[in-house]
């Protein structure tokens, strides 16, 4: 069965650190996009950062400068460094993926989401 497992959130202070992590697994042949979203109580999900499969990332103006996107294609798994972490960065994070199965076909698939919490 194909699936992305996130792992990494928690909670810290403000100007603290996490670092997030999605292994995708099951029968893949290949990944093209890697992207984290995050959604906070009450507010639509959005996009964080995304990563395509030779390395290229791009940025939510929110974010740059203090979050890095990266990815480790032996592995299957993408992960988002987060450093100067605001309260406002509250949030559950997705990882999101264009998976290239045995068919041939690309299909998109979500985490469950981890829950990343910035509080004193």
């Known amino acids: 069965q194909v699936q992305l497992v996130e792992s990494g959130g928690g909670l810290v202070q403000p100007g603290g650190s996490l670092r997030l992590s999605c292994a995708a697994s099951?029968?893949?042949?290949?990944?093209?996009?890697m992207r984290w979203y995050r959604q906070a109580p009450g507010k639509q999900r959005e996009l964080v950062a995304a990563i395509t499969s030779g390395g290229s990332a791009n940025y939510a103006d929110f974010v740059k400068g203090r979050f890095t996107i990266s990815r480790d294609n032996a592995w299957n798994t993408v992960y988002l460094q987060m450093n100067s972490l605001k309260p406002e960065d509250t949030a559950v994070y997705y990882c999101n993926a264009d998976l290239i199965l045995g068919s041939g076909r690309s299909y998109n698939y979500w985490g469950q989401g981890t829950q990343v919490t910035v509080s004193p």
């Open positions: 099951g029968s893949i042949f290949s990944i093209n996009a």
